[in-house]
């Protein structure tokens, strides 16, 4: 027997095992959901504070509530635009074989690769009314809530079209078929039987996108300034989370406005979690109407132009309210004049981003990858179920506020910021783990256990069945959600702010840049980061695909 | 009325080819069965006349009108799917209505001809039953009332009986045949069990590679298949390799490979012909004088033994004995096997052996 064997025998024990499930529910609990709602318990210790700073008021309470209000109705907003323009799409690429579907594949992910900061400069130079338009942006937006919407819809859109494709697909199309012998127009089919079954993969898509416009930070601020073309002030239009960025970067040098920001915090954290919860009730309730039958329109819609026109605009929404701004930022590098600059700051910031994302991911598939295997094989458990709906948490709450809870957190630990790596390693963990863990859940959900059962008569250890059996068949569930963890951990400014106010990562770098109204070294900045990022994750496709196990 | 045509129609999906230049007609009222073993194309045949599938050549007609190019839900046909595909979220009633509904018939109409349809394959007590508090076989019933309240007159079934129990299977196979006469429906029913084909239809359209092989009343099937193949897939058979001595209007006589002459039906072939018997089991006797054999095994059937026994010709026979005769033979006893003239066919030999004319992939 050698060491391997032994090694083997010693994980597989049960008592081994057991502790391994404790020591993983334990980092949960102490890494990730209790930093994550610890502002809550300022709303106990510091009442007086918020009673005294905030409640008592006007003017701040006003400015909390308005930003609130705005960052519900952008969300909305855009996880209706999302839905709308993203189930076409979906479509094609659930049930349509036809060339260039493995092209169009590869485009629908591409703005997953560029981080937030750069995202959220890029659709505003090509959106915003601004002072000097570069060349061929369409400079038409001087509506702050527009333009803020229109950059949310670049960055959620892919999380719709992947989860409804992926809903989609796993739909028998038999049904619709069916549907259709019995006399059914292909729309009314859709809308009376595919519909209604896949509002499992609404409720995911629609969660994710509203997650991620209510809580996303770094992009917002960034397209903000680019289209005030200076650094924010209190009196601009803010959202909830741009409010939470603001403060915090005020409260350095005023921290009186600390009462204010942790009651923002709270109230973005509660009103997102009850605002899901009624969202998931109501679209998993409401029945849509069967006994509605509109036989000759909806005829009329199934056929002939209709479904050309609505293929071409889901194509044309794509390319021109997604592509071209996520990129259109590589047009104003080669149509601006060149600006020589001293880089190194910049390479400093990357390598420090490019690190913690790798640390990051690492700890969260090590940690994440046992916890979604726990809550899967032990469905029926309470506390699998628990932790099921915790996992979710740090997903809904938007970065700004759970940056600045993680910083109140952490900072009992390390109150001078001595160890600024270590505390944004910390943050960036809360918020990527969740990534991890929901991939590897949906991807084991759907696998049959008889797979790991028969390795197990065949003699297998649990490990070993996993290593040989399971882990071939989620690898891809795994990279997904490594490469999300990756570029998220990448592209974060919000909560990177929150946690250590003088960051020294990629992201906060540019945000810099902006507010200095750099513009050229933030573009170029930007080029640097997406192509790194780019080719990092098509490095991690190609290595985890050539590796047989 | 319905009367579906196929003319020189073939489907290729890009080097494959499913179908291939098939000619078919079925006449209104006809209740026909497509069988086949697996992967022979006869779903694919199916899907084409109901529109799911689109042929590459030929023309499909239904009641004389060209349907290529015709959506689905416009060729007024009932299809049943070989995995039900009730609607998981209506329930019984729900499903049975969601033709009517679609059809837009007024909330008179669509409550009666659902409760009908329902009341037809007896499942009314369960209408507020959703398709998962179903047995397989109820929910099958639902699926044909779902089909036959649609109010089509001509119905496509696709393996409809495959995907459950064997007793529930049997049952269910002659309550199809019933409601669908019972309505005057035209039925093509595709399947790959030979003996659901036999019981149900009027006549069977047998198919391999793609292509029809023959097509008959199953009687006919059994009785005198046309082809080797259809010999062997229909029933079951003993095929035995031999050369015609001589052939005429009364018998063949054909010598086995070793030496020993057996007698089969008459037929048109030359002395030195390779040809193939095929003899049922059921047809084969231990007689005084015939092939000699030595039993091989024998499986207790319930009511019969089925003896497989090795020719000195070393070919091997099956056939059949009485219980209450079991005792008589035993593995290793020596057998003289033998049959009438008339329930042996003759086949010529074909040119790439018995094996791969027989072979079901």
Redesign the interface.
Known sequence: MGPGNKLVELISGKRFRKGWTALNIAFFLLFVIIPTVYILSYAITDWSEIQEHVLSDPATMDLIIGSIIVAFEIATIVTIIDFVAGLPLAWMMARKDFRGKQFLDTLIDMPLAVPTAALGFSAAIFWAVTPNPPPFSLATISSPMILIILLHVVFSYPYMVRSLTAILGGI?E??E??????????L??VR??TL??FRAGLVTGAILCFARSLSETGGTIIALATLYGRRMVEGDFHTGPSLIGFWKDASVSDPTLIPALSFVSILLIILALVLLLVLKIVIMRVRLP??K?W?SPE?LL??GLFPKIKDTSAIIFLIVIVLIPSFFIFTYVLTANPVQADWSPFIDALLTSFLVATIVTLIDLVMGIPMALYIVKNKTGRLSQMLDVLVNVPLIVPTAALGFSLGLFWSNFDPNASFPLLLIILAHVAFTYPLVVRNVVGAVEGIDPAFEETARTLGAKPIQSFRRVLFPMIKGSILAGAIMAFTRSLGETGATLAVVANANTAPVYIVELVNEQSYYLAAMACIILIIISYVFMLLLRRFTREEVV | MPLVELKNVSKRFGKVVASSNINLRIEDGEYITILGPSGCGKTTLIRMIAGILEPSEGQVLIDGKDMIGTPIEERDIGYVFQNIALFPHLNALENVSYGPIVKNLTEGERHNVSNQYLNLVNLLDRMKMFPSDLSGGEQQKVALARTLASGSKLLLLDEPLSALDARVRVDLRYELRRITKNLGLTVLHVTHDQEEAMTVSDRIVLMRRGRIVESDTPEMMYRAPKELFTANFIGETNLLDGVVVSSGIERSLIELRDGSIVEAQPGEFDPGDLVVISVRPENVRATDEGLNSTIRSISFMGTYLRITAEADSEDILGFDVHVARGMDFNVGDTVSLGWVMESALVYPKPPGGIAEAVKLE
Do not use: C
């Open positions: 028998d038999t049904y078929t069916a549907g259709r012998t019995l006399g059914a127009s292909r009314t089919a009376t039987i209604p079954l069967l006994r039958v036989p005829k199934s056929r």
